[in-house]
């Protein structure tokens, strides 16, 4: 990791008619890092990474990635820009193979479609789907979907990568290979910020955690430092936490 931004939110703020979703926040995510955001349900998590990726506009505020101003920019160039995103709920075309959807991705960076099918096959094996490339994705398992939509992201060959719950809902032996997983795509040098609710899985993997509550930044720092903040511990961890 350097110290070198790669992104940065600057005062941004979404509200949704009367609610405010993200209230003024700002951060920056340092070039190699590999961030945890964490918060309660509707700390404004998801619409961070909206707002990142460009599938939301924010009221105010700017996002700019490797020092240029990119608010106004469409999600697809943001993508072409180096930023992929996985979503909470999986998206995938599920009547398409799994591979075709990995090619969807590689499209983004490859103008050849063999070129693109060659990049989607290193990808799906990369996450270990290799096997399950001619299956329709509708056929996945939902830990199967996990590593589809993580591959879809990865094979846009991403510099930066949002990970939003990619690890709800697998046991804690899916969990394991998926933090060890993420460990390899950060060390293949993608920035990646990750939204995951369980502590025990998240804090260990990541550089630095930003803990959000009622759309505000409430703490950020090393993750043994965040998890003693007694501010975060009464809005989010509660007294299961204090002093272990
Ligand atoms: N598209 C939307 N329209 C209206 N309200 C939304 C929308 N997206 C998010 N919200 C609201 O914004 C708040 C933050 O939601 P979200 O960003 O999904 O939180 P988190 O991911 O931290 O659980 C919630 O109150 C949620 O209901
Ligand atoms: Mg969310």
Redesign the pocket.
Known sequence: MTNESILAVRHVTRR?GG?I?NSDISLEVRRGELLGLI?P????????FNLIAGTYAPTSGEICLDGDDITSLPDTKRCALGIARTF?VPRSFDSMSVLDNVIVGALVRRSGANQAREQALETLDFVGLATRAAAPAVELTPPEKRRLELARALATEPKLLLLDEVMTGLTPVEARKGVELIRRISDRGITIVM?EHVMEVVMPLVDRAVV?NL?KVLAQGHPKDVVRDESVIAAYLGDRHRAT
């Open positions: 949704f609610l979703a918060g349900n509707g700390a404004g998590k998801s619409t961070l909470q939204v959000l759309g």
